[in-house]
């Protein structure tokens, strides 16, 4: 048996590094030097193309960190298979900052796209793994709102896969999961 606060505590820590380093490539060349304002908006206006992928992934890794907040369990000891599914869980989270990198600099490229999508939805997937196993998990509207928005990461995710193979805006596909949040939230509260 492992305490899960030991756990929560790694969770953390991943997510903090993860996040930080995704920005790490929304950057000026090195080579860049200007010598107006004008030059340098300019310059910065084209950096959107990795800005967008950095925000987007932010959002994604954030909603995950915020959902194993509001995650309710009672077991204060979770087991090795948990442990085990946990770890893979984190070497996905790990991962997001490289294929945000690919993305951001490749996003007319269906194989940037799949690398992304298909690493977003295996944490979807991973995620409801780890929702089955944990113990004493509490059944109300967190649970219910964390399990829409892995199943809107997931669709979001296939759907960019698919538009992938005809338009460079695929990445855009992902945008439903901006609004996840408030759709939950007006859910709880209108039922």
Known sequence: MYRRAGLDALNDAIFGVAMTLLVLDVRLPDDFHTHDANELLRALAGLWDKFWPYVLSFVVLGLRWLSHLQFRSHGEFVGREYVNWWLLYLLLITCVPFTTIIIGRFSELAPAIWLYAGNVILIALVAFRLMALTPGLERDHHLRARQVSLI???????????????????PWAMFPNFATPAFTRWKYHSS
Do not use: D, P, R
């Not at 995710?157 to 992938?164: C, F, P, V």
């Open 152 to 170: 809107v990461l997931i669709a979001s995710s296939l759907l960019a896969i698919a538009l992938s193979f005809v338009t460079s805006l695929a």
